[in-house]
């Protein structure tokens, strides 16, 4: 049986993006007809007109401007990003390739234990005995639901009949492509940031992949993301 790694991260390669600030004003501005003066403003200006934009919600600019990712995370991750219906994916399929043994173990700083009641769960560090617990029986699970898939194959059971008994928190890869628009309503979800207007008390391994999707999207909309940020974070 091939090697078990066990892993606490999440991976986002930024792949590929079409357009920037810029974009998001020009295709504002077409609307009084004066797209072509975008390249005489200046930076301030441009910050100060993104700013009134994302102020006042006028979200549509901001669908021109597409991001690409790839991101390696658990299935239980991709449940709940899943949820957002705004962006496309394309995953791995378990019916066309055998999966790798890659399965999340959370990390022991990861905080443990659930207080609260539904919609304002609060998280706290559990004890020693509950972070040793977590790990081993999540390890322990993982190799025997994986033994038992190595045992349907190699059985001659169809990839899409054994992946029935692997657990969720098995890695899965996928390709994402958002809008800057549909981002900025993930981020105002799935990041709980101080200050923000609508707090927001997301999974903390969903949160894990927010946080480097909101790093990369700064590399391309850098005035985009400040105002967002600056304004509450609530979604475009």
């Known amino acids: 049986m091939s090697d078990i790694t066990f892993r606490s991260d999440m991976t986002v390669h930024f792949l590929d993006f079409m357009g ?20 005489e403003m200046s930076d301030a200006g441009k910050e100060k007109f993104i700013d009134f934009l994302v102020a006042n919600r006028h979200g549509s600019p901001f669908e021109h401007v597409y991001l690409t990712f790839r991101i390696e995370a658990p299935i239980f991750v991709w449940r709940e990003f899943m949820r957002h219906r705004m962006a496309s994916y394309n995953e791995e399929s378990g019916r066309y390739t055998e999966l790798k043994p890659v399965f ?14 539904p919609g304002e769960y609060l998280f706290t560090q559990g004890d020693h005995s509950q972070v040793r617990a977590v ?31 692997l657990p969720l928190n098995i890695y899965s890869t996928a390709y994402v492509t958002m809008n800057l628009r549909s981002l900025t309503n993930f ?49 475009l």
């Open 20 to 39: 920037s600030d810029d974009s998001v004003i020009r295709a504002a501005k077409v609307s009084t007809m004066t797209d072509t003066t975008v390249d």
């Open 104 to 117: 999340y173990v959370p990390d022991p700083d990861r905080n443990l234990v659930q207080v609260g009641k």
């Open 135 to 165: 790990k081993f029986t999540v390890q322990d699970a993982s190799v025997d639901a994986y033994e038992q898939y190595q045992y349907l194959l190699d059985s001659g059971i169809a990839r899409e009949v054994a992946r029935m008994v």
């Open 187 to 235: 981020l105002s979800l799935r990041r709980n940031v101080e200050g923000q207007t609508y707090p927001s008390f997301p999974q903390r391994e969903i949160e894990m992949v927010a946080e480097q999707m909101e790093k990369h999207a700064d590399s391309v909309a850098p005035m985009t993301l400040d105002a967002f940020r600056r304004n509450g974070r609530v979604g």
